[in-house]
């Protein structure tokens, strides 16, 4: 929607309306607070709240105090509407991607806020020299919030639309400025800024009334902080606005410095368990919501000054998150299993590896179990991956969907990281046919798979074996159409490379059939018994159960002649 849609400016007012001073001159839903507070000392939020969703304001009514057009140097459009002896009303204006800095509202005792827009409200506790983020949502337009002089907030246009806000704000005694000596919290420099006017951020010196020493903020609240000065100064930047370079660069060292690693890490430890799994999930979600929101931003820089960095070190971060804390926990266990269990001698066999990725356990195979590397093949779909991969063995660009192999079969197929649940399940039993297809008579599959149940044991933080390399992971179960499948939402940090680097990997479905249902499909492809094992202990899961202990299996099937 356009500012034009939203807000269109009467015609008798080419400019922003001036303060009213006589009250009769208000709209009559603004009249009406005026009438309802006049005279009135001592308020709760909650009145002034229930006084606001009486009088009934459309944003109409605020039209003439619209101010969309503000200054590029300033967080949003900020217009006195009225001004009576110990209240004020004002109108703020939000373009899309204005936000106002962390501040409370200086000599205010009490009052309300109206928003007529897809708003953004996020409250801070500030307590013993810390600041933390209690929440952070999103308004619905019409909704009224009560304030206290002890809310300390932010709000925040994160949507494309125009909208405006309507402000009440009031204290016991009379007094010029009702919002007068607020605190703006500078988290950056961790300093309050005193201020007379608006609450924006990268605020010059001549509109600071003095500072003082201010609240340490934790991991979360300290980033998008960040985040938005970055984006105020970008824009700000690109404006020609004085000093704003410079002062972008160094809010952009700070943004993404690797010295705040120590911090993150001690936040983690303090809301997951030893198992991985988050204990707080107010601060889990939090901090999810604020990494994303500085995962776009550097994603934003870099695809405007080095748009070939976009998928930079994922394969690093595969290896060093997924592949081999996977290899070194139970899949090297169970391939030696199979090889002693089964009597495979892997130097005589050929090997087909669906989904190989970065190659790094099918090079195990070869450096560990005596596979010859002529012999071995792997495909994938992500090319990526398949560059990576043919650093350490044998690979192609290839789906197991639609491979043929050029009449070639094997004696042993491979598929690490149960990697057929992230096929489309209509066609997952084809694509075991297929695999079977490609295998010599009395040939094997190994590879592993997850219960129905994964996510009991599925962890919310990941490591690597050096803690540069962070995973958040949040997952959840969904059903479509009778079938379920596990959602994990997935954000990665690398320090490795002396700064914080952020991917955001989006969220990923995971098929999740029964265990019945998978040895039925390799039952038929393969034409006769198939074998599951509990991928960690490796001991024979029977037929009759649902799920094993570590919620990861491994499917040994043989090809019949």
């Keep these: 929607m356009s500012k034009d849609q939203l807000f269109k400016m009467p015609e008798i007012f080419p400019g922003p309306r001036p303060t009213v001073k006589d009250k009769a001159l208000l709209p009559a839903a603004l009249r009406y607070i005026v009438d309802q507070l006049e005279g009135q000392r001592m308020l709760k939020p909650s009145e002034v709240r ?3 969703l009486d009088a009934g304001v459309q944003p109409a009514d605020l039209e003439p105090w619209s101010d969309f057009n503000h200054p590029i140097a300033d967080s949003y459009g900020r217009k006195l509407i009225f001004a009576g002896s110990n209240f004020e009303i004002m109108g703020m204006s939000w373009a899309p991607g204005d936000y106002s800095a962390i501040h409370d509202h200086g000599y205010t005792q009490w009052g309300a806020v109206q928003v007529f827009g897809p708003a953004e409200h996020a409250v801070f506790r500030v307590d013993e ?9 999103q308004f619905r337009p019409g909704d009224v919030v009560g304030v206290s002089h002890t809310l300390v907030h932010q709000m925040g246009n994160p949507t494309e639309e125009y909208f405006m806000t309507m402000h009440v704000y009031g204290r016991p005694s009379d007094i010029d400025n009702v919002t007068g000596d607020a605190r703006v919290y500078d988290l950056q420099n961790e300093r309050i800024q005193r201020v007379d006017g608006g609450v924006f951020y990268a605020l010059p010196e001549s509109e600071v009334k003095w500072t003082e020493e201010g609240p340490r903020p934790d991991f979360p609240t300290r980033l998008r902080q960040m985040v938005e000065l970055v984006r105020r100064l970008k824009r700000m930047a690109d404006a020609g606005v004085p000093d704003s370079k410079e002062q972008l660069q160094d809010a952009l060292e700070d943004l993404f410095s690797a010295r705040h690693r120590t911090q993150l890490l001690r936040c983690l430890e303090l809301n997951v368990d030893a198992d991985g799994h988050e204990v707080n999930s107010t601060y889990w979600r939090i901090l999810n919501q604020e ?4 995962a776009k931003i550097q994603l934003q820089l870099q695809e405007e000054t080095r748009p070939e960095d976009r998928f930079h070190h994922y394969a690093e971060l595969y290896d060093a998150l997924i592949c081999q804390p996977c290899l ?5 266990d169970y391939l030696r299993f199979f090889q002693k269990q089964y009597a495979v001698d892997f130097g005589e066999r050929s090997i087909f590896s669906i989904g190989c990725g970065t190659g790094l356990a099918e090079r195990f195979m070869i450096d560990e179990l005596g596979a010859p590397f002529e012999n071995l093949m792997g495909i994938d779909i992500s090319e990526a991956m398949v560059t990576e991969a043919r650093r350490r063995i044998r690979a192609e660009l290839g789906d197991i969907l639609a491979y043929d192999g050029e009449g070639k079969q094997w004696d042993i197929a491979f598929s690490g990281l149960n990697v057929f ?3 489309n399940y209509e066609r997952l039993e084809e694509a075991i046919q297929r695999t079977a297809a490609l295998l010599q008579p009395g040939g094997y599959f190994i590879g592993d ?3 129905p149940d994964h996510i009991r044991w599925y962890p919310n933080l990941m490591y690597s074996a050096d803690k540069q390399v962070i995973s958040l992971r949040t997952p959840q179960l969904v059903e479509d159409k009778g079938r ?4 994990s939402e997935i954000m990665n940090i690398n320090f490795g490379e002396g700064r914080m680097e952020l991917n955001y990997a989006g969220k990923h479905l995971r098929f999740l059939p029964p265990l019945n249902r998978i040895r039925a499909y390799f039952e038929r492809a393969f034409g006769g018994k198939v ?5 960690l202990s490796l001991e024979l899961i029977p037929d009759w159960a649902d799920s094993c202990k570590s919620t990861r299996y491994i499917v040994v099937a043989q090809k019949m002649g």
């Design 129 to 137: 020299g810390r600041i933390t983020t209690l929440s952070r949502m």
């Design 328 to 332: 070194d926990a139970f899949m090297a």
């Design 421 to 423: 649940h992230y096929l």
């Design 531 to 535: 074998s599951l094992y509990d991928a």
């Design 291 to 294: 990494l994303r929101e500085a």
């Design 50 to 52: 229930r006084i606001v």
């Design 484 to 487: 379920v499948f596990q959602e």
């Design 449 to 451: 798979f997850i219960a």
